[in-house]
T-cell receptor, first 113, second 113 residues
Framework: KAGVTQTPRYLIKTRGQQVTLSCSPI?????VSWYQQTPGQGLQFLFE???????NKGNFPGRFSGRQFSNSRSEMNVSTLELGDSALYLC????????????FGPGTRLTVL | GNSVTQMEGPVTLSEEAFLTINCTYT??????LFWYVQYPGEGLQLLLK?????DKGSNKGFEATYRKETTSFHLEKGSVQVSDSAVYFC????????????FGKGTLLTVNP
């Protein structure tokens, strides 16, 4: 099976812009979670989608949003970028039922200048 | 709330040395517990997991036992290799959901030949 795919792998934006990141899950996986990884805060949960519905949400401002499509692919969007949004954004996917394990993608490295 | 505390390191060992990385979690609910590993420039890979008290997770010579009485999930390996050099993350699920993980800060392990 192909693994979790994230695009793009690297992105450079300036303050005030917006950005969209994409995650394609492993075939058959319907749950997609997003995490932000920074040196200061570590790994923090953003949100989780299952069957096109947001099922769990972390403590991030409304500038961070996401969605999931009928083929389970997910996108996350960050509007009005701030310098502190520079991070590695990881998505993780799972079949979505019960106590399944999440499988992580390689991440998108976002740099905000 | 949920939290995970792990020794932050860095940890530097010689090849074939014994490894312990301590991890404790808040005793909220009955979470599944995980160890993930991150190699440079990559996403997270699941190393092992345990879903209930006294379970032992193991993989590639690494082991961790779910200790409810001490709320701990320490990672151990009897003989480390240079290829084990990476950052190790302890994580817990959110009680009813393993798709909203709370991570420790990570421990950088360097193994010298």
């Amino acid at each position: 099976k192909a693994g979790v795919t994230q695009t793009p792998r690297y992105l450079i934006k300036t303050r005030g812009q917006q950005v969209t990141l994409s995650c394609s899950p492993i075939s058959g996986h319907r749950s997609v979670s997003w995490y932000q990884q920074t040196p200061g805060q570590g790994l923090q949960f953003l949100f989780e989608y299952f069957s096109e519905t947001q099922r769990n949400k972390g403590n991030f401002p409304g500038r961070f949003s996401g969605r999931q499509f009928s083929n389970s692919r997910s996108e996350m969007n960050v509007s009005t970028l701030e310098l502190g949004d520079s991070a590695l954004y990881l998505c993780a996917t799972a079949p979505g039922q019960g106590s399944d394990t999440q499988y992580f993608g390689p991440g998108t490295r976002l740099t905000v200048l | 709330g949920n939290s995970v505390t792990q020794m932050e390191g860095p940890v530097t060992l010689s090849e074939e040395a014994f490894l312990t990385i301590n991890c404790t979690y808040t005793a909220t609910g009955y979470p599944s517990l995980f160890w993930y590993v991150q190699y440079p420039g990559e996403g997270l890979q699941l190393l092992l997991k345990a879903t209930k008290a006294d379970d032992k997770g193991s993989n590639k010579g690494f082991e961790a036992t779910y200790r409810k009485e001490t709320t701990s999930f320490h990672l151990e390996k009897g003989s480390v290799q240079v290829s084990d050099s990476a950052v190790y993350f302890c994580a817990r699920g959110a009680g009813g959901s393993n798709y909203k993980l709370t991570f420790g800060k990570g421990t950088l392990l360097t193994v010298n030949p």
